[in-house]
């Protein structure tokens, strides 16, 4: 399906192409309605983008990899002069968040409400928390905790944090191959 100029994703989300580059996704991505991605964005195996996200690959590239969950009403973003976005397997991204010029490693986890800056980077594990402002260039640590406006070390993440974190991805991967099934079902 199509609306004028989009085209229609697996679970009911909205592609657009920019400069004449389409996104590309893996058909097992759940795209919920709502969700709008534009231009030079790849999306790996079982990733899940939620309602209403806006993922714009414009002025750069943005690129996510498997199992990653993006959720509702968050915001994707690069900046102009080669600032892309890379976003690993496995990452969680909670509601209402903002990423903007980005890189998030395996396991990065950026929770709901918070927004991270130009040249910003959470390596493996590491966590933003809830309302938190990562700011221009910084970086957290594997593993690492940081909390704030703008975001400071808090500590660093026990092994039961990390569990947790990473049944938060696994069970986003799971109910969005609950979504895709029933909603293609509803297509049928
Ligand atoms: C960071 C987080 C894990 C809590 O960490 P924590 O160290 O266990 O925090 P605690 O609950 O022990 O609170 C410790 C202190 O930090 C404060 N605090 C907790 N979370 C905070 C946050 N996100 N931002 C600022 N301060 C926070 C608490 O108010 C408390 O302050 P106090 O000592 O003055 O009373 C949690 O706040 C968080 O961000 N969870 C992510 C939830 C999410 O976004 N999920 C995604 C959608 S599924």
Known sequence: MTDEIGKQANGGGMLYPFNGIWPSITDDCFIAPGARI????????????WFNVVIRGDVGKIRIGART??????????????????IGDDVLIGHM???????????GFVGFNAATMDNSHIKKNGMLAAGSLLSPGKVIGEAELWMGRPAKFKRNLDAEMLVNNAKGSRGYAEIAAEYLDEFQNIKK
Do not use: P
């Not at 534009?38 to 983008?49: E, W």
């Not at 968040?97 to 396991?107: E, K, Q, S, V, Y």
């Open 97 to 107: 968040a903002l990423i903007h010029g980005t890189t998030i490693d395996n396991g």
């Open 69 to 86: 969950n993006i959720q509702d009403g968050s915001v994707v973003h690069v900046s102009s002069g080669g600032i892309h976005t890379t």
């Open 38 to 49: 534009i231009g030079d964005v790849h999306i790996g195996a079982g990733s899940s983008i």
